[in-house]
């Protein structure tokens, strides 16, 4: 009789303590079987923690359908190390880049705490050496919870302070996303550039990606899973005749453009980078599950 009582108050404790229950998806984008959820959920009781509803379990795989053309995967749990396998962990570029001790962590989308890079838009970055160019495919994916959406810096690539990067993905003068990217003859430069269709909103996690098609050199802006936006090139010359700039490294939560440092004041979460390939709808609907 003793053990049928221990058994009821432990499972009646289990329904008491639903704010345990993980995510409905794991981090290979499946549904959460009903084992491993109980599991998760002994796990958290058992072990005296806490966990808020939406807390999610970190596995660090990579989802098949993501494993081709991944170049580098920063989750930014509490580090800038890179889970592709690649081993193109972040770091701190120096010299003419400003002096930076990087972000600092922060409550992720999924309420994991230090689960996010927190950026303060004065002097905090990190870099690394994704160098691509107009004529291959590629691709960024990230979560942004910008502070302010007027002229906010994500990422930008640059050979230095003082020159124009090759590429920049910011939030612009009016808030919505942009793309811009620059080649050079020798004499005239001109652009590459693209916005979305709408502004985007701050103090919100918003989940965007650029994906580059290689062949017709122009891209496409996504946000929140839908694309809202095209490059186009500016001016008299073309991609097809002047490739992109390409400074390095790229860095991540600063750029210089026109004269001006600027740094991204916000959050950013689980960035990913793709190079000889590009992303389609359910690529990013597959990224945007993952816990």
């Known amino acids: 009789m003793f053990k049928l009582f221990k058994t009821f108050v432990f499972f009646m404790v289990i329904e008491s303590f639903l704010v345990c229950q993980p995510l409905q998806f794991n981090n290979v984008g499946d549904l959460q ?15 005296g923690k806490y966990c808020n509803t939406g807390s999610k379990t970190r596995e660090y795989i990579v989802p098949s359908s993501l494993a081709s053309g991944l170049y580098a995967w920063y989750p930014l749990d509490g580090n800038m190390n890179d889970l592709s396998g690649n081993a193109r962990h972040g770091f701190f570029p120096g010299g003419v880049w400003p002096a930076t001790l990087g972000p600092t962590y922060a ?17 905090q970055l990190f870099a690394n050496n994704f160098t691509v160019l107009c004529h291959e495919d590629f691709a960024i994916a990230l979560w942004i919870f910008p502070n302010y959406v007027v002229h906010n810096e994500i990422l930008g690539f640059q050979a230095s302070p003082g020159q124009n990067p090759a590429i920049l993905f910011f939030l612009g003068a009016t808030g919505q996303l942009a793309l811009q990217s620059f080649f050079y003859d020798g004499s005239n430069a001109n652009s590459t550039y693209g916005t979305s269709s709408m502004a985007l909103s701050a103090n919100l996690w918003t989940h965007v ?80 599950n993952l816990p």
């Open 107 to 123: 409550l992720s989308r999924s309420h994991l705490p230090s689960g996010a890079a927190s950026f303060n838009g004065t002097d």
């Open 209 to 288: 990606a650029y994906v580059h098609n290689g062949t017709t050199r122009q891209g496409n802006i996504w946000v929140n899973g839908v694309s809202v936006g095209a490059t186009s090139d500016v001016g008299g010359l073309s991609c097809s005749t002047s490739q992109w700039w390409s400074g390095t490294p790229l860095t991540i939560g600063y750029s210089y453009y026109g004269n001006v440092s600027r740094f991204f004041a916000g959050r950013m979460d689980d960035i990913w980078f793709f190079k000889g390939r590009q992303l389609d709808a359910n690529d990013i609907s597959t990224l945007m």
């Open 33 to 47: 079987s009903e084992d491993r959820m109980e599991s998760i959920l002994l796990e958290c009781l058992l072990g």
